[in-house]
Structure formats: structure tokens, C-alpha cells
């Protein structure tokens, strides 16, 4: 007979894999950048200090990193996930349709960051997944302030921001304390996750597409640090970047991780 694979082969092949008791242990995790390198030996003690310096986050597990130190800490902060939408795409091919799925989840602290990440995949399950670690990496800092009287914690955006996505257009506006969050219960859910207390919003467009709705808020968010209020008009004088302060130990060999 000829030779190659015969099904038979496949079949055993695949079955053998499969196991009850074959469940997958955490892996260690080895970092692969710079960042993750001074994150996991401890060199770099908040997310403020990545931020700070505009360092791009490559590896989901420095935010989880600094999650899980969170959680054993004073006042435990977790980072929580809400799936917004998941929505069949289909393209056609010369065989008929091939349906995917796209996934659009938040993550939130409920403590001035926020991420948002929009997967498509042939499986719910794994679009859910890869959503989640997109969701991470691209987490930004929410900036609070006050309407008013600067008294207590920051309750509301600082000034009014918006953002657009297709034919979206999302305006946040400032609130007094009390007020709650004032929208549809998409823009509750993402202000919420932020850490927004008190907020007017107003919109305009097809919001009914809510994967454009959810990222015309997620960009008004993003804004709130990008502008320049009068309260940080005074100089700032920046640290040396970590790059540079741990320079030597990032020179140094990269097996003591991996031991």
C-alpha cells in the first residue's frame, strides 16, 4: 500500500491527548521584554511608574502582576471583566459563509484604569480569551476630578471630553456628587469600571452598534489626562527612566529567570 498517514494513525494520535486527569498547570511566567524583566524583580513598583514614563505594556502578566500583589495588599484592588458584546461576523468564500465570532470585554479596577480589548475567533471561548489579554494590555489611566468644591476623593471627569468611533459621538460631562452616573447602561457599566462616580453623558449617532458605542466611551476616557488643566500648569520634574537607573541589570544575563 502506499505510504503516509492513514487515519488510523490520526485518530489514535489524537485520543492519546486527551486525558481526564491531564489538567494543565499554571506555568511560571517568563518574562520576554525589558519592562517585564524590571516588573517581575521587582524594580518597578506601580503601573504609575509605566505611565509615567509612556512605556508600551507588551506582556499581559505585568498588569496581572500587579493585580495579584494588589489583592494580598492593605486595600485590595481587583481587576474585574464584563463582557460587553459577542456578535457572529461572516465572510463569504466560494464554499458559502465562515462564520466567526467577535468578542468586545472591559476591564476595569473601578479605580482609574480602564482597558478594552475586541477579539474575533471561531470559538466564543477563545475570543473571550484573547479579548481579556487585549483587554490588559491596552489598560490606560482613568483622571478624576471634581465639580466645584475640591473636597473628598475625585467623584467626576475633570472637564467635559468626548470621543468618536464611526458615526458615535460620546460627550462626558463633569457632575456634582450624588448625581450618579447619568446614560445607557453601556456607558453606566464602562464609567462604573473606571471608577467614575458622578457623570452626565450625552451622544449622538447609531449607539445601537455597541461595539462603537463602547469605544467612543473607551476614547472620551483616555482623553482625560491628555488635557492640561490649570492645576498642572507647574513643572514637573521627571525621574530618570528605569531603562536607564537598572541599565546594568538589564545587561546582565537573562538566565537567573529562567532558573
Known sequence: ??????????????????????????????PITKLGRLVKDGKISSLEDIYLHSHPIKEHQIVDHFYAKQKSGENPVELKDEVMKIMPVQKQTSAGQRTRFKAYIVVGDSNGHIGLGVKCSKEVATAIRSSIILAKLSLIPVRRGYWGTKLGAPHTVPCKVTGKCGSVRVRLIPAPKGTGLCGS?????????????????????????????????????????????????????LCADPYEVHSEFLAGPKKALLE
Request: net charge positive; hydrophobic share 25%; with cysteine.
Open 185 to 237: 447602561p453601556v456607558s453606566k457599566k464602562l464609567l462604573s469600571l473606571a471608577g467614575v462616580d458622578d457623570c452626565f453623558t450625552c451622544s449622538i449617532g447609531q449607539t445601537k452598534t455597541m461595539g462603537n458605542f463602547v469605544k467612543a466611551v473607551f476614547q472620551a476616557l483616555s482623553k482625560t489626562y491628555g488635557y492640561l488643566t490649570p492645576d498642572l500648569w507647574q513643572e514637573t520634574r
Open 1 to 30: 500500500g502506499k505510504g503516509g498517514f492513514g487515519k488510523g494513525g490520526r485518530k489514535g494520535g489524537k485520543k492519546g491527548g486527551k486525558g481526564k486527569g491531564g489538567g494543565k498547570k499554571e506555568e511560571e511566567w517568563v
